[in-house]
């Protein structure tokens, strides 16, 4: 059947990348204004927050990456396929490793929202790997966007030297940023879509933010428990009812042994 364009949305072209910057605007939005994004971008990024979104970010990209890794030749996946320049994952493991040491697969947990999150990745892999192509640009294009300021942001306020922790904002294989933006996006608007395909990238583009967004919340979440559990260590009885009420939830128990690690060493190194 011959490929046809979407009409142009409002003000914006027949691009498909334009198109996406488009229908996401308010979800964009939503995302950066949850609380964990707010204070990253304030500064205010904790050794615990910062690691436990490593946790999330490593099996975010790891069923990406796996799936784009696996569809490599479809029509869809095949133009804005960039291994070498974009892959996130080997660099997650590296930042892991630093924090965690190396049995750190053994120690990441992530929260509920993580999982629906790549559960949908792996579904869309396996049954429409075209909607791949809307959780790619979201991701990758946003880290490049915002990785050099965001890393610079995480080695100032977890005093970090050197890229060590912060692997995950380097793109060492992109010697220009904006240019490569620029290609990649050429690349994904050559994509040849039915308007019905389209619609349906749109529209995952669109539920790719939904996913973060509560994944951001959960993971603050975590943070309040660590948080709740430090102020309390000190208190024997309280520990005592913390372990009743953590000893059921395997996540619950990790954000627990975070808290309290960082009240007994303090302001340890980790990265989100």
Not at 73 to 99: C, K, M, N, T
Not at 113 to 128: D, P, V, W
Not at 177 to 182: A, D, L, S, T
């Amino acid at each position: 059947m011959e490929s046809t364009k979407s009409k142009p949305r409002d003000s914006t072209g027949s691009d498909l990348s334009e198109q996406i910057k488009a229908v996401t605007k308010d979800s964009h939005v939503r995302a950066e204004n949850t609380q964990l994004m707010l204070s990253y971008q304030k500064g205010q990024i904790t050794p615990t927050q910062y690691k436990l979104l490593l946790c999330s970010l490593y099996e975010i990209y790891q069923a990406l990456e796996e799936e784009l890794d696996r569809n490599a030749a479809h029509p869809a996946v095949q133009p804005i396929y960039f291994p070498q320049e974009l892959a996130r994952l080997e660099s997650l493991e590296l930042d892991l490793e630093h924090f965690f040491g190396p049995h750190w697969r053994k120690r990441v947990t992530v929260p509920a929202a993580t999982h629906r999150y790549t559960q949908r990745l792996r579904e869309i892999g396996k049954n429409s790997p075209d909607l791949l192509v809307a959780h790619a640009y979201t991701r990758y294009l946003g880290d490049l966007s915002g990785g050099q300021v965001l890393g610079k942001i995480t080695q100032k306020s977890l005093g970090l030297s050197g890229n060590k922790g912060i692997l995950f904002f380097s793109f060492p294989g992109v010697s220009s940023p904006n240019r490569f933006k620029q290609l990649y996006r050429s690349r994904m608007n050559s994509i040849e879509l039915t308007e019905q395909q389209r619609q349906e990238v749109l529209d995952e583009a669109t539920r790719a933010f939904e996913f973060n967004i509560p994944v951001f919340d959960d993971l603050q979440k975590m943070l309040s428990i660590t948080e709740e559990a430090s102020s309390e260590k000190g208190n024997d009885a309280a520990s005592k009812t913390l372990s009743k009420t953590f000893s059921s939830s395997p996540v619950l128990q990790f954000a627990l042994g975070v808290g309290i690690t960082l009240a007994t060493v303090g302001m340890g190194v980790y990265a989100f």
